[in-house]
Every structure is written in structure tokens, then in C-alpha cells.
């Protein structure tokens, strides 16, 4: 009995050490995050990957959605989840978005000069970005500079980024799409407010969160199933997040879901890759005429 307790001591202090060295390690990113932000900017340690999302009728490439990645000369490869929520935090998150919304503009515009069709880009914007800068004016200057037709760039917006200042992003909203945006309801489900947010918000595209696809039963298929008939009846269009297998896409082409994301498509991957990639597995970008028929 006294080895078996010293055994469970020992295993008990062990564990207890690599928790705290992964805590260290965290906090130490943390510092090291908020310190570098405008330096990792400055020398590109920000890439911006894309991942493709799919029209599900026609099959066809119908935009991609810009995440940014942080490869870090010191720390390697920092996940989004390691430097988006600490930026957020510290009020510092509109130094990363001001970059994205930048270079998803350049994006556009080597597409246009390459004679390519244009993927429209979708970009996140977080609540405190609306604090911290003027993310209109930041778009509209990005526009303007790469004389780029607005309706290349949409803003993605989280649920729960309604929850404070709801007024005040309840304007901008509207101030983006009265300015020919389209405005975007991101990780829809996965909030405490979803309903609230349809009723008061006037979004173009709902976003479904891929928490509901995770579990894929019986009961999830029925919420995804409501969730698509209600934006329907509102008038809004639907995508699903996080699709992964060839049996959810059936599934969600079946109810009429009008667009897919996730890695059965393609993970997100750097611009070029992405290329290569569609050509490889025969996605071909819908044209503007074709987008123009489904997105009325
Ligand atoms: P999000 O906007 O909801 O982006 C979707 C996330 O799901 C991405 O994670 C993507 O890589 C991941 N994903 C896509 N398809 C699949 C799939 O089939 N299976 C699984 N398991 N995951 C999939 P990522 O890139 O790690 O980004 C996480 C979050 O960080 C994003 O969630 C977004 O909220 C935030 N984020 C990323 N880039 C930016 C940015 O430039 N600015 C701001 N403000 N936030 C960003
Ligand atoms: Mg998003
Ligand atoms: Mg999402
Ligand atoms: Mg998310």
C-alpha cells in the first residue's frame, strides 16, 4: 500500500510539473505575442492562408476565407488560438486586422492583373476591432487603392461578438452593407444569443458552427436542418463550417445548405498552394455571372 501511494505522490508531482511548465509556456508566448505583434507584422511573419469554400450546388470554388498564421522566427508556427484571443485582450487585435484587410486587398488585385477569375475573400473582423479603429474606412482605402469592386471582400462578424456595444455594431452593419459589403454571421449556434441576433441584425450569410457537425447524429441533423430552413424563410443565405466527409456534404446538399467549408474541401493553405490545389482536385472559381444568380 505504501509503494502503491508513493507511486500515486510521485505521478501526482509529475503531473503537477508538466502542468506548470505548459502554463509557463504559455504565458510566455503571451508576453512574447504582445511585444512582437508589430514587429511580426513589419517583417511578414504573418501570412494570410485560405481555404476554399464550395458552392454545393454546382460544386464550384465560390470564395475563400482569409486566416491569418504567425510563423515565428523564435517560436516556430503559433496557432490563431495562441495569438488572436491575447491580442483581443490587450486591445491589439486591429494591428493584425488591419494587415489581413490589407493584404486580402493586394489578393484580389494580383488576381484581377494575373486575368484570373476573382475568388471573393471573406476576412474576420473581431468586437474589438470596432473599438480599437475604423474598420469601414480601413476597407474602403483598401478598396480604393486597388480600385476593387466591393463586392469581392466580405467581413465575417462572430456571434458573440453581439453580445456588448450591440448598437453600435448593429449600425455598422448596416453602414457596411448600405456601402455594398456583405456582412457575414460567423460560428452561428455557438453563442448564447443566435436567435436574438437573426431578429435584430441584418446579416447576408449565416455561418453554422462546426460544433453541430462534430457530432453528426440524429439530433444535430435536425438542428442543422431547422437552422437552414429559418435563414431560408428570412432570407438569408447559409454556409456550414467544418465540413470534413463526403456523407455531411450529401447530407447538406440534401437540405439545401448553399455552401460548404472545411478541410473535405482543403485545410486553409497559402495562396499559391491553394492553385494548385483546386487545379488538382478540379474546383473551378464560379464566375461573376454565376455568383451574381445565387447570391440575390
Ligand atoms: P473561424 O473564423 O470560425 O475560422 C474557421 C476555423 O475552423 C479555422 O481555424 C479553420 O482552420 C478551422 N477549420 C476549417 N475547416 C475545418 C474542418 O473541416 N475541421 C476542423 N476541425 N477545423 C476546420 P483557425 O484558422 O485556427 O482560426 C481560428 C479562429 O481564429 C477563426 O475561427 C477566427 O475566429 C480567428 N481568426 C483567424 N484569423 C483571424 C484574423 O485574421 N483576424 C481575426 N480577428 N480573427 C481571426
Ligand atoms: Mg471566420
Ligand atoms: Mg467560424
Ligand atoms: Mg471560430
Redesign the pocket.
Known amino acids: 500500500a505504501k509503494a502503491a501511494c508513493d507511486s500515486i505522490k510521485k505521478e501526482r508531482s509529475r503531473a503537477y510539473c508538466i502542468f506548470s511548465e505548459h502554463l509557463r509556456q504559455e504565458l510566455e508566448i503571451r508576453s512574447y505575442v504582445i511585444s512582437h505583434i508589430d514587429e511580426a507584422v513589419e517583417n511578414g511573419y504573418i501570412e494570410i ?1 485560405y ?1 476554399p469554400v464550395v458552392r454545393t450546388l454546382t460544386g464550384k470554388l465560390a470564395g475563400m ?4 498564421r504567425w510563423r515565428d522566427p523564435v517560436y516556430g508556427f503559433l ?3 495562441q495569438f ?1 484571443p491575447v491580442l483581443e485582450e490587450e486591445r491589439l ?1 486591429d494591428k ?2 488591419r494587415y ?1 484587410i490589407r493584404e486580402c486587398g493586394r489578393q484580389l488585385r494580383r488576381q484581377i492583373d494575373a486575368h484570373r477569375p476573382i475568388v471573393p475573400i471573406s ?4 468586437r474589438m ?1 470596432f473599438q480599437l479603429m475604423d474598420v469601414l474606412s480601413e476597407i474602403e482605402a483598401v478598396v480604393r487603392e486597388n480600385e476593387l469592386p466591393r463586392d469581392y471582400l466580405r467581413i ?1 462578424i ?1 456571434e458573440t461578438a453581439m453580445v456588448q456595444d450591440s448598437d453600435k455594431i448593429l449600425k455598422m452593419i448596416d453602414r457596411f452593407r448600405g456601402n455594398g459589403y456583405s456582412v457575414w454571421l ?2 452561428f449556434g455557438s453563442g448564447y444569443s443566435s436567435l436574438n441576433v437573426l431578429k435584430d441584425y441584418h446579416f447576408d450569410e449565416l ?1 453554422i458552427d ?1 460544433e453541430f457537425l462534430r457530432a453528426f447524429n440524429d439530433t444535430s441533423r435536425k438542428i442543422i436542418t431547422s437552422v437552414v430552413m429559418m435563414a431560408k424563410a428570412i432570407g438569408i443565405h447559409t454556409l456550414a ?4 466527409t463526403r456523407e455531411q456534404v450529401r447530407f447538406l446538399r440534401s437540405i439545401g445548405c448553399e455552401k460548404i ?4 474541401y482543403g ?2 493553405m497559402p495562396y499559391d498552394e491553394l492553385l494548385v490545389h483546386c487545379q488538382e482536385r478540379h474546383l473551378r472559381a464560379e464566375t461573376r455571372e454565376e455568383a451574381r444568380i445565387y447570391e440575390k
Open positions: 492562408y481555404q476565407e482569409a486566416l491569418a496557432r490563431p488560438d488572436i487585435i493584425l486586422d489581413v476576412f474576420n473582423v473581431s476591432d465575417e462572430t460567423d460560428d455561418k462546426m463550417e467544418g465540413v470534413e467549408q472545411g478541410y473535405h485545410r486553409p
